[in-house]
């Protein structure tokens, strides 16, 4: 018996104007719905599809099987501005708005041990804007744990393999001991509280690293970010 498939094809679309978005570029991570863990995907011919995709001229194409009721996204548009769907269908709606109007954006990125290798930094996918700020605890920079991990961290920064990157530059070091959001521990791209400038570096790439006993966390990266 032939697999079934369902088939998700979602227009991102601009609030304000009502146009249709055909800019290049964007991210998105879909994922199982209620979970942070990435959901198998699939493209038309039925090979696999990688985890986080790029949304073409705005359109987010993907197959799951059709066991798969719902996913959730969790995606940058082409100018940076973020938006979480949850429960999506197959069958729609069909349009995400997205207010281009809005400088201030909150990033919520999933991280799951069930992705990434502990004591290994983890690319997201997801990379920063080349103009914008990324501001720390102050302005509500943390961590949403939803599975807990005992005696376990997180770090989070720009991957360190980059030009100015640095593994826990924007978040040091901050406990997975219990499914609460943490406030996070500001890392080094943050100097005296001030903001981090995307400009100011080569590296753009988001990345997490889970502590070398990790085995069970899950959650939320929560980055307060200024478009420019």
Known sequence: M???????????????SGETIITAGGTVQVCAAGSPDKATLYDSSGAALTNPVTPTRGLI???????VASVDLHGMAPGGQWFDKATVVASGPNEILI?????????????????????????????LPSTCQVLGRLSGCA???????????????????????DANGFIAASDLDSAVQVIATNGALFSTNA???????TGKSISYTLTAGS????G???????LT
Not at 215 to 218: G, H, N, P, Y
């Open 195 to 201: 903001p981090h400038l995307s400009d100011a570096v």
């Open 143 to 165: 961590i949403h744990v939803t599975a807990a991990d005992a005696a376990e961290d997180i770090d989070v920064g720009i991957l360190s393999s980059e030009s100015g990157g």
């Open 99 to 127: 207010d281009t109007s809005q400088k201030m954006q909150f990033y919520k990125i999933p991280f799951s041990i069930s992705d990434s290798t502990a004591a290994t930094e983890k690319d997201t996918g997801f990379d």
């Open 215 to 218: 085995d069970t966390a899950k």
């Open 2 to 16: 032939a697999t079934a498939y369902r088939e998700y094809r979602i227009q991102l679309k601009d609030a304000i």
């Open 220 to 226: 939320y990266i929560i980055l307060p970010v200024v």
């Open 61 to 67: 194409n993907f197959f799951t099987l059709a066991t």
